[in-house]
């Protein structure tokens, strides 16, 4: 009998074998088709097993050993509903983005540096789902880190990403390491390193903290918690933008993955303090995620700073199941996780739906940065239409899919008031005012981000000489936006979906959704709140219908003149709104403070024939302060360290003599 | 065993870290080799004694290899190539004779009480024994380190040699195969050093290890 772990096993093996058989194909156009064509397949087979694991008839969890590695140990593997859940966020994320890439890829100049990366990186993200042992996630786990290191340096040559990539890796490598200790720790003396085993033993109250830190530095850098974020805005704009999408989309979640196995999990019933740490960590990664990409200019940056402010609220929706749970109120916990994988869901499909279009436009044009964009609208119709949807569904408006999971967050920031904790009834409102802040900033960003990309004039000759994307990145972009819309109109379905991993995880689910008349949501009792999607929808159809309806009947047909000289407008697309004006506001009212935004106006005397300037200075306070002391310290300490190489024979001698009289004394006293 | 057996040990073993002491203070060359000699005379006679309150005639060979190469072959050959060389006259040390001789002694005391905090369940005069050839190694250590000239660095490393002999004869059930190929390792090495002092003087017109950081690579 053949079960679905096996199978899904069997796909990280195809995959590894596509990135063998990718390394000999190289070059070839071949290459390039087979490849995606395979990972499609697979990753689309991947979604559809992990669907049916979900919600079908087949028993989880199932446990496989296979007799690799640790000779004690073996490789292990288990395939329970939290894994399910997350294997199909990454088949959905891995077949858009193979299909993307099928077209997309022509368009890569050193294909060879992608190809037999690609698979691999899916093949590591698999197997960290599936892995149950501390042994087998760890490898996984760095193997999906340096893949996607590799394909983050697939345009080496640029200076740029060969920064991303080194700041990617000492990052990357830094959390494994921290990820090692942590579950060094759960294991204890005995190395009882399989996942069953730390389950059922007893951590003491030291170490669980000590856990605690370690997973949040090292899967919160993974994800790009505030202040481990630094590499994701460099790293993921890096890489092509298939892989950008992956990166963003899915990696992060994988990331999250491994927080919510570690600490829902393998650490079993925790304090409520914990919850604390893990609220204000999102709560200040949702603010300053969604501040930095109101201020960037390239798309792609714009889109990667994003991911941190959706990772943020992820985290504050996972903060909030922990402290519900601390404090047994299963039901709200249930509710809290629920939104929090609802939105790791819908982040994954828009945000891969957001990369798409900027691959597109950078395909078409050559540029990410904004400020060289503009009128795109009417040479990518289809493009521009797709990357509303997605602007739309992360700026969580009704009826898309992201409206619907942040509105389950608030729904669970208003039961804080049953908290027993204090600090907890004052906190969380507070962290739910700076998560309806984020979402509105989030909002400003999105509609800069298309308003200047797709909307006025073309500002670059590259951008008006645009053309569509070819039909297999159209087809992707299609796709998800119907995704995005579907999970917004039914949003019941996906919640009745997530319910046996929040019953297998929490020890309850939300209330059954599909009961409900008319597909309403309701996340605790009708009588509370409920909304209903597809109400929002028919009621947005017909009123946008009847407004335009009435605009082109009433309005008048008739040729108007204006005046020769609008402001300037129409005479250089310079002069049009930019992103850099469009921030401005929010720049002068929070960026001033957090981050030290200054402004300069180099303005030329009367009759002075040069131009003026404006200069916007920014200070990422957090690379400032934590950074670049940490920089500064490791280079000092190098510098000095490096005389050791120039000792004479004599005080090398003296060296060893001292190590060994020191040492002496110390067994002596 | 009687106590004068045991007394004569101590002695024995006392009296080599008394000529590690000697060699510390000895400024030129000659003399220096002179008290290497007596070094490893007092050595093969502490490991012939040993061989015979520890009823094992295999240790006599130690001792008697102790004796033909350490005490006269090797001061010999030394002697010849400080001839050869023309720098029998002086031995610079680059810490004073003072600090050294203080640095001495706060080894042996540091050795006395690292051995009786370690071995407090040991027999007793592998106790005392071992305590002293920890001395004696420490000693030869802190000569490598404190002198510049070639030839005493290697009279230092073969006193330390000596130390571990000691130890090792002092320790009971010892393989002969062990002390055999201890002592072969030694010969070799001191070949290979006489050889590189020949290449280093023939290329520096000097054997002070100083002068070869001159014509090293790179820095920094």
Avoid at chain 1, 389 to 395: N, R
Wanted: some cysteine; hydrophobic content about 60%; proline content about 4%.
């Amino acid at each position: 009998m053949i079960s679905p772990l096996h199978l899904l096993v069997a796909n990280a093996a195809a995959l590894l074998a596509l990135a063998a058989i990718a390394i000999g194909l190289g070059r070839s156009r071949l290459g390039a088709t087979l490849t995606y064509g395979g990972t499609l397949a697979v990753s689309i087979l991947t979604a559809m097993i992990a669907a049916w694991a979900l919600l079908g008839p087949a028993s989880v969890p199932a446990l496989l050993r296979l007799p690799l590695g640790l000779p004690w140990l073996g490789v292990n593997f288990r395939l329970d509903t939290l894994a399910a859940f997350f294997l199909l966020v990454i088949g959905i994320g891995c077949s858009a983005s193979s299909l993307h890439a099928l077209g997309y890829g022509r368009h890569e100049t050193s294909p060879e540096r992608v190809l037999p990366f690609f698979p691999a990186f899916l093949a590591g993200m698999t197997l960290v789902v599936l892995a149950d042992d501390a042994f087998t996630f760890l490898i996984a786990w760095e193997f999906m880190s340096l893949a996607s290191w590799a394909l983050v340096l697939a345009h080496h040559h640029d200076e740029e990403s060969q920064r991303a990539g080194f700041i990617y890796l000492v990052m990357a490598s830094a959390g494994t390491l921290c990820l090692l200790l942590a579950f060094g720790l759960l294991a204890g003396p005995g190395g009882a390193y399989g996942f069953d085993a730390i389950r059922a033993a007893d951590h003491g109250a030291l170490a669980t903290g000590l856990v605690l830190v370690l997973v949040l530095i090292g899967a919160g850098s993974k994800a790009g918690i505030v202040p481990l974020h630094v590499w994701l805005p460099l790293a993921h704009p890096a890489a092509p933008s298939h892989v950008s999408a992956l990166m963003s989309g899915v990696m992060t979640k994988v990331a999250i993955y491994g927080f919510v196995r570690v600490v829902f999990d393998l650490l079993g019933g925790l304090e409520w303090w914990v919850s604390v740490i893990v609220l204000v960590l999102g709560a200040a990664t949702a603010l300053l995620g969604i501040l930095h990409a109101l201020m960037e200019s390239d798309l792609k940056r714009v889109l990667a700073y994003s991911t941190i402010e959706n990772v943020g609220i992820i985290f504050v929706s996972l903060g909030l199941a922990l402290a519900f749970r601390a404090n047994g109120m299963s039901e709200a916990a249930a509710l809290a996780f629920t939104a929090a994988l609802f939105h790791v869901l819908n982040h994954s499909v828009f945000k891969s739906l957001l990369f798409f279009g900027a691959g597109a436009i950078l395909a078409a044009t050559g540029e990410r940065n904004m400020e060289r964009l503009g009128g795109l609208i009417h040479r990518m119709p289809v493009v521009s239409a797709a990357f509303l949807v997605g602007c739309v569904s992360v700026a969580a408006l009704p009826p898309f899919n992201g409206f619907a999971s942040e509105w389950l967050v608030f729904q669970a920031i208003l039961l804080s008031p049953d908290l027993a904790q204090w600090n907890l009834k004052l906190l969380v409102p507070a962290v739910g005012g700076v998560l309806a802040l984020a979402a509105a900033l989030s909002a400003a960003c999105f509609v800069r981000a298309f308003g200047i990309s797709f909307l006025g004039r073309p500002r670059s000759p590259a951008a008006e000489r645009a053309v569509d994307a070819n039909r297999h990145s159209l087809s992707t972009m299609i796709g998800l936006a119907a995704l995005c819309l579907l999970a917004g109109l039914l949003p019941g379905l996906v919640i009745d979906g997530i319910a046996p991993v929040s019953q297998a995880l929490i020890g309850d689910s939300m209330p059954a959704q599909s009961r409900i008349a008319w597909l309403s949501i309701a996340p605790i009792a009708q009588s509370r709140s409920s909304y209903n999607g597809l109400l929002l929808f028919l009621f947005i159809a017909v009123s946008a219908s009847l407004a335009a309806y009435v605009i082109h009947r009433v309005a008048s047909r008739e040729a108007r003149r204006g005046p020769a000289w609008g402001c300037g407008f129409p005479v250089v697309p310079a002069a049009q709104y930019s992103a850099d004006s469009f921030a401005q506001p929010i720049r002068r009212v929070f960026g001033s403070v957090l981050l030290r935004a200054r402004e300069r106006v180099n303005m030329p005397a009367p009759g002075e024939l040069r131009p003026a300037f404006f200069r916007v200075e920014l200070h990422d306070f957090v690379w400032e302060k934590l950074y670049a002391p940490i920089e500064r310290a490791i280079s000092f300490g190098a510098d000095n360290l490096n005389r050791l190489q120039f000792l004479t024979i004599r005080q090398y001698l003296s060296l060893v003599f001292v190590l060994l009289v020191v040492l002496l004394l110390a067994l002596a006293l | 065993m009687d106590s004068l057996v045991l007394d004569i040990a101590h002695l024995l073993a006392g009296g080599l870290v008394l000529a590690s002491f000697m060699m510390l203070y000895q400024d030129r060359l000659n003399a220096l080799l002179n008290v290497f000699a007596l070094h490893a005379a007092i050595l093969a006679l502490a490991v012939a004694w040993q061989a015979y309150i520890q009823n094992a005639p295999h240790l006599y060979l130690t001792a008697g290899i102790a004796l033909v190469f350490k005490a006269l072959v090797i001061p010999l050959a030394l002697y010849r190539i400080v001839r050869q060389l023309g720098i029998h006259r002086e031995v610079e040390t680059v810490v004073g004779i003072g600090p050294t001789m203080l640095a001495g002694m706060a080894l042996v005391a540091l050795s006395l009480v690292l051995m009786l905090r370690v071995t407090p369940g040991a027999d007793y005069i592998a106790r005392e024994d071992l305590a002293f050839a920890l001395s004696v190694i420490l000693l030869g250590l802190l000569m490598m380190v404190t002198r510049r000239n070639a030839v005493s660095q290697v009279v230092g490393f073969m006193s330390l040699e000596n130390g571990l002999v000691l130890a090792a004869t002092g320790a009971r059930g010892m393989p002969l195969v062990v002390e055999i190929s201890v002592a072969f390792s030694i010969l070799i090495a001191f070949i290979v050093i006489g050889v590189f002092l020949f290449r280093i003087r023939e290329r520096f017109d000097t054997v002070d290890v100083g002068a070869l950081d001159r014509f090293r690579g790179d820095r920094g």
